[in-house]
Structure formats: structure tokens, C-alpha cells
């Protein structure tokens, strides 16, 4: 079985055709600047690079010149699209109308529409994917695989803010969290790694990126994750604030004369890592910048740090213990600083870094840096969020 998993955003989008018989990446690649002048195909396939240029007005037109390239002499790695068995798009806000993988109908798309207000920067450039898909393949059984699916299990302690009742009811304002094929990827990993069943353990998994989020696992579930009823919520990422006190933000907004909305902008794309050092978004830039002696940059470090920190001794008490700590995405899986800044001190709670091991050279596959003495097992693992969607889908049908 071949699926074809589609990550479309408002300008871009990626694209990986998987074969599930052996879970090996048959082609991958994305397209760039849709809508935009000076459209770019990027493809890999046959161990090979092709690239593009091309104006892509439209997401149908992106995904016309993906599936050329999937049925290219050269670049191409299958016959026909007949082929294909399925596509799996990755859909990021779900609502409670979605709680796992659902199957595109026309209906269900209709469902989804209306979801799109919780996501407006992310699920109407996947409705765009899906239509161009369903328009250019027809026939083909598609499936919408959420970001929020793997948080349903969290208890109802956990999800709801402490709103009027009836606001939650009538508007489901309350966390639904992110990064969840991350999450649910990763601790998966960790179970096989760590030679248990997923019932058994008790894990935290850390994607920390551009965006970032923290999740508890018990038993394989989501009990809880830093992220909300937005992907602004939790610690600081590149450039969001991550938990603020919301007066503040009413505050800030009076004083800078923005509307809310642009206050919603704001706190999205101006604060963060970006907004406190003020050099970039980026943790490598902000590393150098802070060995140079840029004190901003050292305090947005040890901010996100600190915050990683506090989350982590707070699933701790939520979980009842702790076996196992996962860090994964760009991050997570490369700044040996930053873990160890994280891990630091925590030997009084069971968890002890292996320096050296924690040093390791990322070569894509899972690392374990904890010390032999270390009662919690800390692992690095890349994650692999198409697969998830690929297998889900795959499931579904
Ligand atoms: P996204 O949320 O956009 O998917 P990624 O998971 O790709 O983000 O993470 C991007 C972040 O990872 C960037 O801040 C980048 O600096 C950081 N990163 C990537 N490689 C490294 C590295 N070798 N060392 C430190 N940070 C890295």
C-alpha cells in the first residue's frame, strides 16, 4: 500500500509518498510560494534532487506538478496514480467535532469549515490541499489526520479553563494542544526503545522547535500538554509568548493602540525568542549570539529553559513519576545546551544527564543520554510526524 501524505499551508506544502509495507519514504519534497510570484517545486526521489521553477498560482497547480513529478520518467518513482491508495492530509485543529483520523466526505468537509476559525492561520490552508486534492483525484479515499487527535484522552480537569461554564459549552473555548503525531510518535518509540508495553509507562515528551509543546503520557494517553486552545500557549517558542497573564495582554494593547487581533499578531509573531533577544527566532543564532555576550539572547535561552524545566516537575506530580523523558524536533533533537540546561539539577527528582552521551552526533536515529544512574530514562528521538499520518491513514482504511 502506497499513501501519499500532504502538509499544505498557505503558501506551501509538503508532500511524502510512503510505502507502507516497509514505512520507506518513496519520494518527498514541498512546494513553495503558492499564490506568490517565483513558485519552487522541490523533489526528492531515486536519490536524487529535482527542482522547479515554476508559478504556482494555486494549490491545485502545486499539487498537479507533485504528481507529475511522482509519475516522471526520472524524477518519478511510480507508474501511475492509480498507485497511490490514499492520501493522508494533516489537518491541525480538530475542535471537539474531530476527537481521531476521520475519512474526507463531503459532509465531513463541511464539519471541517466550520473549524476554521479555531485555526485560521493553519486549517484554511488545509482545506485548500484537501479541495485541490479531491478536485485532481476524485476517486481516491483521503483521510484528515489531526494535530489534536492524540490530546482527546486528556481528563476534563485537564482541558477546561476556569471560564463560565456556558461560554465553554457554546463556544469550546478550552486546550486542545498541538504537535500531537509528535507526541504520539515519540513516546510510541520510547515504549519500543525502552522494551515495555506503552500501558506501562509514564513519559514526557518534549518537541521543542520553532513552535514547541510538552505532553504527559500515561499508559500511551495524553493527560495533559502545554499548548491551548491555541499554539500560543505553553513555553516561549521563536517568536510566540507562550503563557502570559491575559490583563497583561489587554494592557499592551492600550498602550501600543493594537486591536485585539493585532494584539493576536503580536503576541504570535513579534514575542518569543525573537522578542526578548531581539536577534532571531532561531536557536542557533541565539546561542552564538549569547557566547558573544549578547545578554538578551542568554535570557531568552535560560527563559525557555526555565520554562521547559517548570513543565516538566509539573507532569512529573500530574503523572505520579516519571520513567522517561523524550526530547524531539529541531531542538530538542540537536541543542545539546539546551537539554542540558533543561535537565540540570533535577538529579534530586531521579533525573541525571550523561554529559557525554548527551553530546552525541544526530545521525537520525534514537539516542538514550541519560547517566546509568539516572532512576528516569532520557531519550532523544527524531520525530516523524508524516509517518504518523501515513499509518493513520493507512489504519483508517
Ligand atoms: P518547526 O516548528 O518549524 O517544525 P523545527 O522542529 O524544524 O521547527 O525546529 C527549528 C528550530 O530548531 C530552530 O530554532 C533551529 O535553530 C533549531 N535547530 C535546528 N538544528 C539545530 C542545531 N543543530 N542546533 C541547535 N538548534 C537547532
Do not use: W
Not at 64 to 91: C, F, N, P, Y
Not at 272 to 288: C, E, K, P, T
Request: with cysteine; net charge neutral.
Amino acid at each position: 500500500m502506497k499513501i501519499l501524505v500532504i502538509n499544505a499551508g498557505s503558501s506551501s506544502l509538503k508532500y511524502q509518498l510512503i510505502d507502507m509495507e516497509t514505512e520507506k519514504v518513496l519520494a518527498k519534497g514541498g512546494c513553495e510560494r503558492i499564490g506568490i510570484q517565483g513558485g519552487k517545486l522541490t523533489h526528492k526521489a531515486n536519490g536524487e534532487t529535482f527542482v522547479i521553477e515554476k508559478e504556482l498560482p494555486n494549490h491545485t497547480e502545486a499539487i498537479t506538478l507533485v504528481l507529475q513529478q511522482l509519475v516522471d520518467k526520472k524524477a518519478g518513482v511510480i507508474k501511475s496514480m492509480d498507485e497511490i491508495d490514499a492520501v493522508g492530509h494533516r489537518v491541525v485543529a480538530s475542535g471537539e467535532t474531530f476527537t481521531k483520523t476521520t475519512l474526507i466526505t463531503d459532509e465531513n468537509m463541511k464539519e471541517l469549515e466550520k473549524l476554521s476559525e479555531l485555526a485560521p492561520l493553519h486549517n484554511p490552508a488545509a482545506i485548500l490541499g484537501i479541495n485541490a486534492c479531491r478536485a485532481i483525484m476524485p476517486n481516491k479515499k483521503m483521510a484528515m489526520v489531526f494535530d489534536t487527535s492524540f490530546h482527546a484522552t486528556m481528563p476534563d480537569y485537564a482541558y477546561m479553563y476556569a471560564i463560565d461554564y456556558d461560554d465553554y459549552k457554546k463556544y469550546k473555548v478550552r486546550r486542545y494542544g498541538f504537535h500531537g503525531t509528535s507526541h504520539k510518535f515519540v513516546s510510541g518509540e520510547a515504549a519500543k526503545y525502552l522494551k515495555k508495553k506503552p500501558e506501562e509507562l509514564k513519559i514526557i515528551t518534549c518537541h521543542l522547535g520553532n513552535g514547541s509543546s510538552i505532553s504527559a503520557v500515561k499508559g500511551g494517553k495524553c493527560i495533559d500538554t502545554s499548548m491551548g486552545f491555541t499554539p500560543l500557549a505553553g513555553v516561549p517558542m521563536g517568536t510566540r509568548s507562550g503563557d502570559i497573564d491575559c490583563a497583561a495582554v489587554e494592557f499592551l494593547c492600550r498602550k501600543k493602540g493594537m486591536d485585539m487581533a493585532e494584539g493576536n499578531t503580536y503576541l504570535n509573531k513579534k514575542c518569543g525568542m525573537l522578542g526578548i533577544s531581539g536577534v532571531s527566532s532561531d536557536f542557533r543564532d541565539l546561542a552564538a549570539a549569547r557566547d558573544e555576550g549578547n545578554d538578551r539572547a542568554r535570557l531568552a535561552l535560560e527563559m525557555f529553559e526555565y520554562s521547559c524545566k517548570k513543565y516538566i516537575g509539573a507532569y512529573m506530580a500530574a503523572l505520579g513519576g516519571l520513567d522517561c523523558i523524550v526530547f524531539t524536533a529541531g531542538v530538542g533533537e540537536n541543542d545539546v545546551g539546551v537539554r542540558a540546561a533543561i535537565l540540570k539539577d533535577l538529579d534530586g527528582l531521579g533525573i541525571k544527564l550523561d554529559p557525554k552521551k548527551n553530546s552525541f552526533k544526530n545521525d537520525g536515529s534514537i539516542h538514550e543520554i541519560s547517566a546509568d544512574d539516572s532512576k528516569v530514562r532520557i531519550l532523544v528521538i527524531p520525530t516523524n510526524e508524516e509517518l504518523v499520518i501515513a499509518r493513520e491513514t493507512a489504519a483508517l482504511l
